[in-house]
Each structure stands twice: as C-alpha cells, then as structure tokens.
C-alpha cells in the first residue's frame, strides 16, 4: 500500500502579497470609519426628516454600536427595509378588513 500526502500547503506570503493585504485592510478600516462618520451625522437630524427617509433614531444609533462585522451603513438599510417592508403588511391588512 502506498501511503497519500493529505496535508495542504499554503502558498508562501511574499513581501509584496503582504503589502497588498495591509493596503487592502487599511483600505477597509478607512472606508468603515468615514461611513460611521456619514451615519453619526444622521444624529443631528430630527425625528420628522429621520422618519421621512424610513429611520428612526434608535436605527442610527444602534447602527453605530452594532456588534456585528456589518457596516453601518447596511445595517441601516436592512432596519429601513425591515421597517417599509412592515408598513407595506400594515397596509394591505387595513385594505384588506376596508374590502370586508
């Protein structure tokens, strides 16, 4: 019986390849940090023009502090759409119990 090399090798990390992966990273924290700075911006508005783009206040604010490695500004289009997505429900009940 002839024995199989099951072991995986990884390619070597030349110093160019790790240039372009710390340019890659930085890249990424500047671009998250520049969009949390857009996002907290949203704080100054008030709640009328806050709830005519479809957030509230808490969205931004816990857009800012979410735990999860998703950007700010995706979290607050998930809650955005989460919420219109509620309101559409709401109205088709209501024309829905009118129709009746």
């Known amino acids: 019986m002839t024995a199989i090399d099951t072991t995986i090798q990884r390619p ?52 800012l502090v979410n735990p999860d490695n998703r950007s700010a500004g995706d979290y607050l289009s998930a809650r955005r759409r989460c919420r219109l997505n509620a309101q559409r429900r709401a109205w088709r009940d209501v024309k829905r119990i009118r129709q009746h």
């Open 12 to 63: 070597t990390l030349t110093l160019t390849g790790l240039y372009r992966r710390a340019v890659r990273v930085f890249r990424l924290a500047h671009a998250r940090q520049t969009e949390r700075r857009e996002v907290s911006q949203l704080l100054e508005l008030d709640e009328v023009l806050l709830r005519d783009i479809g957030l509230a206040r808490g969205d931004v604010e816990a857009a």
